[in-house]
């Protein structure tokens, strides 16, 4: 089996996002103050919790757009509480797997441009979602996993890991 810009994308994206998904289930059901969790951070100059589950639902859906050349759902990056932050992932979810394969057609080498402050980043798509999108998708929910580990919510390993596909 050869692998396809659309299954590398979307399977990878919608493991990470149905992980981040239960692992603010398992946070709510931890029994911590939810506001501890809302301003939780590793370290100081560290962006907290809800960011993290912020940046890495975004990072999937607007690689999936970019690569397809569509339009994502925008939020207003306001989510104050766990519920909130479960429905930005479910928008990600849904927006995700209504993207039909044959949209990613020519995505390998479609030009992607980012900006940000001092920066500026072209990349051609394959290379974007290799080298930027998916290590960037998987920093935030990364961290996300370390701050409720370190908070002291029961997970491990295979709550990162998620549904094993076995082929």
């Given at each position: 089996?050869?692998?396809?810009?659309?299954?590398?994308?979307?399977?990878?994206?919608?493991?990470?996002?149905?992980?981040?998904?239960?692992?603010?289930?398992?946070?709510?059901?931890?029994?911590?103050?939810?506001?501890?969790?809302?301003?939780?951070?590793?370290?100081?100059?560290?962006?907290?919790?809800?960011?993290?589950?912020?940046?890495?639902?975004?990072?999937?859906?607007?690689?999936?757009?970019?690569?397809?050349?569509?339009?994502?759902?925008?939020?207003?990056?306001?989510?104050?509480?766990?519920?909130?932050?479960?429905?930005?992932?479910a928008l990600s979810i849904a927006f995700i797997e209504g993207v039909e394969a044959a949209a990613f057609a020519g995505g390998e080498t479609r030009r992607i441009e980012l900006r940000f402050p001092g920066v500026e980043l072209n990349f051609e798509g394959q290379g974007y979602l290799t080298?930027?999108?998916?290590?960037?998708?998987?920093?935030?929910?990364?961290?996300?996993?370390?701050?409720?580990?370190?908070?002291?919510?029961?997970?491990?390993?295979?709550?990162?890991?998620?549904?094993?596909?076995?082929?």
């Amino acid at each position: 089996m050869s692998l396809t810009l659309d299954h590398v994308s979307t399977s990878m994206f919608l493991r990470g996002l149905n992980v981040l998904s239960g692992l603010i289930d398992r946070a709510a059901e931890s029994g911590l103050e939810e506001a501890a969790l809302m301003e939780a951070r590793l370290a100081p100059d560290m962006r907290p919790f809800p960011d993290q589950v912020r940046m890495a639902a975004f990072s999937a859906r607007s690689c999936v757009a970019r690569l397809t050349d569509q339009p994502w759902p925008k939020t207003d990056d306001a989510e104050a509480c766990l519920a909130e932050l479960k429905a930005t992932v479910a928008l990600s979810i849904a927006f995700i797997e209504g993207v039909e394969a044959a949209a990613f057609a020519g995505g390998e080498t479609r030009r992607i441009e980012l900006r940000f402050p001092g920066v500026e980043l072209n990349f051609e798509g394959q290379g974007y979602l290799t080298s930027f999108a998916l290590p960037n998708f998987y920093f935030h929910l990364s961290m996300a996993y370390a701050l409720l580990r370190h908070l002291g919510v029961p997970l491990g390993k295979r709550d990162f890991l998620g549904q094993i596909e076995l082929i």
